[in-house]
């Protein structure tokens, strides 16, 4: 059964740094893109960050700057090192997978992927 299991999450205080690791129990890792993707309780699931399956990221916004995706396809696992973390930070990370080939800008939207894990709490506190 394929599986994204995520952890690193955690309370942190603002200005201070976290690590999100996601483990994933795909046969080919590499043919995969993945990303990271963030909800808070009454709003939608947004995207975080994404990291297609040649290595290219992007990012949201609200993160760029301050987050960095990465993934070691040798481990088959996705990090998300998260640094200068604030309150608004503060949510359920996911992470997320798609077999495919699209390139980054493709790659933003949850739509574009289907697996996902069962998220990790990340709390900031001012």
């Known amino acids: 059964q394929v599986q994204l299991v995520e952890s690193g999450g955690g309370l942190m205080q603002a200005g201070g740094s976290l690590r999100l690791s996601c483990a994933a129990s795909?046969?080919?890792?590499?043919?995969?893109?993945m990303g990271w993707f963030r909800q808070t309780p009454g709003k939608e699931r947004e995207f975080v960050a994404t990291?297609?399956?040649?290595?290219?990221?992007t990012y949201a916004d609200a993160v760029k700057g301050r987050f960095t995706i990465s993934r070691d396809n040798d481990k088959k696992s996705m990090f998300l090192k998260m640094d200068s973390l604030s309150p608004e930070d503060t949510a359920v990370y996911y992470c997320?997978?798609?077999?495919?080939?699209?390139?980054?800008?493709?790659?933003?939207?949850?739509?574009?992927?289907?697996?996902w894990g069962q998220g990790t709490q990340v709390t900031v506190s001012s």
């Open positions: 997320a997978a798609k077999q495919t080939i699209l390139t980054v800008g493709a790659l933003t939207t949850r739509e574009a992927y289907d697996l």
């Open positions: 990291i297609s399956r040649n290595g290219a990221t």
């Open positions: 795909l046969r080919s890792f590499s043919r995969y893109a």
